[in-house]
Structure formats: structure tokens, C-alpha cells
């Protein structure tokens, strides 16, 4: 056999849906947990410069988003090692559905592992779509901010008082009412929203949450790539046993 058709015979094993998946998955990964962590330093520091000046009020919130960027320390460690088992599983069984290697047998415990995979997979895939969802809500809320600034400098804005257009974020639930000042209104939401914590943190978010687009997409080919190998696997364990004599 020439050097050619060796490399072509290799190539033929490298398990392409894994592969792309696996980069999809390191890069929504990467860009939702380092991106999610500079943002939600930044809306602490929005918070405490303008909606809330006393320490107590927002000393839960602060502890919440601690304990999430904690959190997503965690993610990226672990999706950092699945991916690389996913892939190398991915080898394993691409090897046995092509047979790759004569003397390949698929065993029982290398079916277990493949439905575990399989398993797995599907539940993080669902927990991830709500990871997406979740991630939209600081989108949705910081947008909300930008939209009102926008309105006050059209026309339209100097039919009424500038300083009747307020945003309140005590109203999400983020502070608790009591919280002072709880609100911003007119030129000083004007400002807010021109401070560079702002602009770096709505946008942050907002490829916080394409990253977790992405992982949910990752996610779902890793589920039909390990979905279709382990079939072909518990397939061919079957048509072993009936043709064996």
C-alpha cells in the first residue's frame, strides 16, 4: 500500500462532525464563560456607581454574581475535558463503524460507554438551551437601557420632560425596592448609558449569548454524531452474534 492511499485510508477514520463540534463547542465555551465573567464585572460596577449606593442593598446580588463567575470557571474546565473525551470517543467508534482495523472487535463495555456518551450529551444539551435562555435576559434588560437612551434623543423626545423618562431596574428584581436611588432618569441615564461599563457590557452579553448559541449547536451534532455511531455499534454486535457459528 503507497503513501497515498495510507493517508487517504487515515483520513477516512478522523470523525469530522466530532471535530467540528468540538471547535464549536471550545469556541462558544470560550467566548460565553470569559466574555459572561468581564460582563457581570461590569454590571456590579454599574450597579454600585448608580442605582445603588449603600453596600446592604446589593450585598446578595454581589454574592450571586460571584458565586456564577465561580460557576463558569467550573464550565470551562469541565467542557473543556468532555470535549476532548467526546472527540476521542468520536475516533473510537468512526474506527469501528469504518473498520478502520481488521482485528477491531466492539465489546460490551465500549457500547456502555458510547450510551453513556450518548446520555450525557442529550442531558447537557438541555440544560444548555437553558443556559441560552438565561443568557438572553441581561441582553433583553441592557437593551431595554439603550433603546430608552436612544428614544430621548429623537424628536419625538422633546414633546415630553426628559426627566420623566427613567429606567428602574428594582423593578426586575435585581435590588430590592428600598434600594436607593433604585432608578435612573433624563441626562443622568444618559450618561449611563455612554460610560464604557455600559457600552463593554451590553456587548459582552450579547456575544455572551451567541457563545451559548453556539455550545447548544455544538451540543447537537455531538448528539447525532454519537446518537448514529453507537446504532451502527449495537448494530453490528448483533449481526456479529447472529453469523457466528
Known amino acids: 500500500m503507497g503513501c497515498f ?9 478522523v470523525p469530522y462532525a ?7 463547542c471550545f469556541s462558544g465555551v470560550a467566548l460565553f464563560c470569559g466574555c459572561g465573567h468581564v460582563a457581570l464585572t461590569g454590571t456590579v460596577t454599574i450597579l454600585e456607581t448608580h442605582f445603588s449606593k449603600v ?12 458565586l456564577m463567575q465561580y460557576v463558569i470557571y467550573g464550565i470551562a474546565s469541565f467542557f473543556f475535558l468532555y470535549g476532548i473525551i467526546l472527540l476521542a470517543e468520536g475516533f473510537y467508534t468512526t474506527s469501528a463503524v469504518k473498520e478502520l482495523h481488521s482485528e477491531f472487535k466492539t465489546t460490551i463495555c465500549g457500547r456502555c460507554i458510547s450510551g453513556m456518551f450518548v446520555f450525557l450529551t442529550y ?4 440544560a444548555w438551551l437553558g443556559v441560552f435562555g438565561f443568557s438572553a435576559v441581561p441582553v433583553f434588560l441592557f437593551y431595554n437601557m439603550w433603546s430608552t ?3 430621548m434623543r429623537y424628536p419625538m423626545a422633546n ?8 429606567v428602574d431596574v428594582r423593578q426586575y428584581g435585581i435590588i430590592p425596592w428600598n ?12 450618561d449611563i448609558c455612554n460610560t464604557s461599563e455600559f457600552y463593554l457590557s451590553y456587548h459582552l452579553y450579547i456575544v455572551a449569548c451567541a457563545g451559548a448559541g453556539a455550545t447548544v449547536i455544538a451540543l447537537l451534532i455531538y448528539m447525532m454524531a454519537t446518537t448514529y455511531n453507537f446504532a451502527v455499534l449495537k448494530f453490528k454486535s448483533r449481526e456479529d452474534c447472529c453469523t457466528k457459528f
Do not use: F, R, Y
Not at 414633546?159 to 427613567?166: G, V, Y
Not at 434600594?179 to 444618559?190: D, E, I, Q, V
Open 18 to 24: 466530532s471535530l467540528v463540534a468540538t471547535i464549536l
Open 123 to 126: 442531558i447537557l444539551g438541555v
Open 179 to 190: 434600594a436607593t436611588p433604585g432608578k435612573a432618569c433624563g441626562s443622568t441615564l444618559g
Open 5 to 13: 492511499e495510507c493517508c487517504i485510508k487515515c483520513l477516512g477514520g
Open 159 to 166: 414633546l415630553t420632560n426628559i426627566d420623566s423618562i427613567c
Open 55 to 66: 453596600t446592604s442593598d446589593h450585598a446578595m446580588l454581589t454574592d450571586v454574581i460571584q
Open 149 to 151: 437612551c436612544a428614544t
